[in-house]
């Protein structure tokens, strides 16, 4: 096997020793747009198989993949961020940029999973993975006392739109945000997007694409809310969302981490959303609510947590693909326990070395437990059928979950974290049963 350094590789470090300079000039005009700059490169190699045992990798469009099922990928990204300061003055200018490659290591002939969810690297109309690709774009962004507005490519982090990173290069999204902190420990967001970048695409400007209905043909997606931390112990979160003709969500949850002691903590948390068809009804009609409740104890170094989970409507509860906008409590490693009428119990226990004398080394482990998925009253885009066409009913699944993390404390490598993760997944007819593997190493530099 030959790897082979592009072009873009060194258009990566052009990039940051662009930066680098600018940063270092001296402009007094602009001392606020340099003085509160940041420029972060971070080295992400990602390693990741999965096998879906006695099924075939799954394939979505017509690509053509991987037939064993069995997929595996190896492969390393560059991220360059730059995040300037803002020009002084009551209107206040900056600019957000960024530029990323990823580097196809290792696939082998037939193994990179083709077009499915495994979705580490782009493939070509055969099914095949790229040698490379590469995403670059910025965002131009203006400050008013307390409110900041960006235009461009932006990476929001909302319950209801949230550009998500499980993969080799982040996902992100083009349209114009907003955030203002003007009251203490309120933070309210807002935007509208109209086109996103799926992790394994150089393209900016995709269409939007759901988890489970797949692409739908909407101009954009409109999102505004805010959280509120009331105390030490307890936050709020309320948010809405409109994805044009395809759903209004709504979403709200809690937080609360409550001290019964020095060594014991009381933790719980609450989520819950409400799905509803809207407009041209792109995917259908459907009404949708799904929540999560959390339960838990942390005892030193030790955590332990109980959470159950429950679909009430006749569909899938979808969200934008490979986002992270569902932050319901057991949507975990692979699955998201979010069928129609599904009921799911989690137990996960957490564990920081650090009070062992060991900082930097965490483990965890959670298994979930899924049951009564039934599709009887699904709609035509998210209606999954038997063999012979009826729709499937009392459909049960489970997933345990092991990670390990260490991150560097010291030295010359100070941040550099280790991460693998492992799962499994057993299901009836309606999921892959499925063992994954993924090691991520991560060494992130601030050169500003």
């Not at 940063?23 to 080295?43: H, M, P, Q, R, W």
């Not at 009551?90 to 196809?104: H, R, S």
């Not at 112990?233 to 003709?245: F, G, I, N, P």
């Given at each position: 096997?030959?790897?082979?350094?592009?072009?873009?590789?060194?258009?990566?470090?052009?990039?940051?020793?662009?930066?680098?300079?600018?940063?270092?000039?001296?402009?007094?005009?602009?001392?606020g747009?340099?003085?509160?700059?940041?420029l972060?490169?971070?080295?992400?190699?990602?390693?990741?198989?999965?096998?879906?045992?006695?099924?075939?990798?799954?394939?979505?469009?017509?690509g053509?993949?991987?037939t064993n099922?069995?997929?595996?990928?190896?492969?390393?990204?560059?991220?360059?961020?730059?995040?300037?300061?803002?020009?002084?003055?009551?209107?206040?200018?900056?600019?957000?940029?960024?530029?990323?490659?990823?580097?196809?290591?290792?696939?082998?002939?037939?193994?990179?999973g083709?077009?499915?969810?495994f979705?580490?690297?782009?493939?070509?109309?055969?099914?095949?993975?790229?040698?490379?690709?590469?995403?670059?774009?910025?965002?131009?962004?203006v400050?008013?006392?307390?409110?900041?507005?960006?235009?461009?490519?932006?990476?929001?982090?909302?319950?209801?739109?949230?550009?998500?990173?499980?993969?080799?290069?982040?996902?992100?999204?083009?349209?114009?945000?907003?955030?203002?902190?003007?009251?203490?420990?309120?933070?309210?967001?807002?935007?509208?997007?109209?086109?996103?970048?799926?992790?394994?695409?150089?393209?900016?400007?995709?269409?939007?694409?759901?988890?489970?209905?797949?692409?739908?043909?909407?101009?954009?997606?409109?999102?505004g809310?805010g959280?509120?931390?009331?105390?030490?112990?307890?936050?709020?979160?309320?948010?809405?969302?409109?994805?044009?003709?395809?759903?209004?969500?709504?979403?709200?949850?809690?937080?609360v981490?409550?001290?019964?002691?020095?060594?014991?903590?009381?933790i719980?948390?609450?989520?819950?959303?409400?799905?509803v068809?809207?407009?041209?009804?792109?995917?259908?009609?459907?009404?949708?609510?799904i929540?999560?409740?959390?339960?838990?104890?942390?005892?030193?170094?030790?955590?332990?947590?109980?959470?159950?989970?429950?679909?009430?409507?006749?569909?899938?509860?979808?969200?934008?693909?490979?986002?992270?906008?569902?932050?319901?409590?057991?949507?975990?490693?692979?699955?998201?326990?979010?069928?129609?009428?599904?009921?799911?119990?989690?137990?996960?226990?957490?564990?920081?070395?650090?009070?062992?004398?060991?900082?930097?080394?965490?483990?965890?482990?959670?298994?979930?437990?899924?049951?009564?998925?039934?599709?009887?009253?699904?709609?035509?885009?998210?209606m999954?059928?038997?063999?012979?066409?009826?729709?499937?009913?009392?459909?049960?699944?489970?997933?345990r979950?092991?990670?390990?993390?260490?991150?560097?404390?010291?030295?010359?490598?100070?941040?550099?974290?280790?991460?693998?993760?492992?799962?499994?997944?057993?299901?009836?007819?309606?999921?892959?049963?499925?063992?994954?593997?993924?090691?991520?190493?991560?060494?992130?530099?601030?050169?500003?």
């Amino acid at each position: 096997m030959k790897i082979k350094v592009p072009l873009c590789v060194l258009a990566a470090s052009a990039f940051s020793i662009s930066y680098t300079a600018i940063a270092n000039a001296e402009d007094k005009s602009s001392e606020g747009f340099i003085d509160g700059s940041s420029l972060t490169v971070l080295n992400r190699n990602f390693y990741f198989n999965r096998d879906n045992r006695s099924s075939s990798a799954p394939t979505f469009n017509s690509g053509k993949g991987n037939t064993n099922g069995y997929s595996e990928a190896w492969a390393h990204a560059i991220i360059s961020k730059f995040n300037s300061g803002f020009t002084q003055g009551t209107v206040g200018f900056g600019l957000d940029a960024f530029a990323m490659i990823g580097l196809k290591l290792d696939t082998g002939d037939g193994r990179n999973g083709g077009r499915s969810s495994f979705d580490v690297l782009p493939v070509d109309g055969k099914g095949q993975a790229r040698d490379e690709y590469t995403k670059v774009g910025g965002a131009a962004k203006v400050r008013l006392f307390d409110t900041v507005v960006k235009l461009g490519d932006v990476f929001p982090a909302t319950p209801v739109v949230a550009s998500g990173d499980a993969r080799l290069l982040p996902e992100s999204f083009r349209g114009v945000t907003v955030e203002n902190t003007s009251m203490q420990g309120l933070t309210l967001q807002g935007g509208r997007l109209h086109a996103m970048s799926q992790p394994v695409s150089s393209d900016l400007n995709d269409n939007f694409v759901t988890f489970y209905g797949g692409p739908v043909n909407s101009p954009w997606i409109g999102y505004g809310g805010g959280d509120y931390k009331v105390n030490d112990s307890v936050t709020v979160s309320l948010y809405a969302s409109q994805l044009k003709d395809v759903w209004n969500q709504y979403y709200a949850g809690t937080s609360v981490s409550y001290p019964l002691s020095n060594d014991l903590t009381l933790i719980s948390g609450f989520n819950y959303y409400k799905a509803v068809d809207e407009g041209k009804k792109r995917l259908g009609e459907f009404d949708n609510n799904i929540w999560s409740a959390k339960l838990g104890v942390r005892y030193g170094a030790h955590t332990l947590a109980l959470s159950h989970q429950r679909n009430n409507g006749d569909d899938d509860f979808d969200y934008l693909r490979q986002s992270d906008s569902i932050f319901v409590d057991n949507s975990i490693q692979y699955s998201d326990f979010n069928s129609p009428k599904e009921r799911s119990w989690m137990l996960r226990y957490d564990l920081n070395m650090t009070d062992y004398g060991i900082p930097g080394l965490s483990f965890m482990t959670r298994y979930a437990k899924g049951s009564g998925a039934d599709y009887s009253n699904a709609n035509q885009f998210y209606m999954r059928t038997d063999d012979n066409g009826n729709p499937l009913t009392n459909q049960k699944r489970w997933e345990r979950d092991i990670e390990v993390k260490y991150v560097v404390q010291t030295g010359a490598a100070k941040d550099l974290s280790l991460r693998l993760r492992q799962a499994n997944t057993r299901a009836t007819a309606f999921e892959s049963d499925l063992d994954e593997v993924r090691l991520i190493v991560e060494y992130p530099l601030s050169v500003l």
